[in-house]
């Protein structure tokens, strides 16, 4: 069953909390430019206004994992907002301008296109032209707000490189 609050008065008699059914709501977070997936965004599942009587289903936080997928699985009925982070929401010093409203429990194939902002691409190469892989790189903030934090990474088997420069790697 899904998680639920209610709030209870002392003397209150009687009471009758509904239980619902546990549903999910997931998908898969993709590069809007390139459409590769996106590893490790925080996606924050908010419940819509529900009447005051009825306080409704709890939120959830998952992260997305290597494939970009994501499942929040114990939610109760209704429509959620979801909201892109990288990281803690208390702070949410780096939250992504993409909010998704009115998702409804029970859907679990979203496809949400993510805005991660500039990136550096390229191809590390030989004398001869040819890729070279496993090359380890970094890239650290030159004073410009762009770029939050320093950046690693390898490139890939032909060479190839990407990173981009605001948000999340």
């Excluded at 949410?92 to 194939?109: Q, S, Y």
């Excluded at 890939?156 to 420069?165: A, I, N, W």
């Amino acid at each position: 069953f899904a998680s639920v609050t209610w709030k209870v008065e002392p003397g209150d008699r009687d009471l009758t909390i509904p239980l619902h059914r546990a549903l999910p709501i997931g998908g898969v977070l993709v590069d809007a430019v390139t459409g590769t997936p996106v590893e490790g965004l925080a996606v924050r599942l908010q419940p819509m206004l529900q009447p005051r009587s009825d306080p409704g289903p709890s939120g959830a936080i998952v992260r997305s994992g290597p494939d970009g997928r994501f499942i929040a699985p114990d939610l109760g009925p209704g429509s959620y907002d979801l909201r892109l982070g990288t990281s803690s929401w208390d702070e949410c010093i780096r939250c992504l301008p993409k909010t998704v409203p009115d998702v409804k429990a029970g859907t679990v194939d979203l496809r949400i296109e993510v805005d991660l902002g500039p990136s550096i691409q390229g191809r590390v190469v030989d004398r001869d032209g040819n890729g070279i892989p496993g090359v380890t790189f970094s890239l650290e903030p030159s004073g410009k707000p762009t770029l939050q934090g320093t950046r690693k990474g390898r490139t890939g088997p032909d060479g190839e490189l990407g990173v981009h420069v605001r948000g999340h790697p």
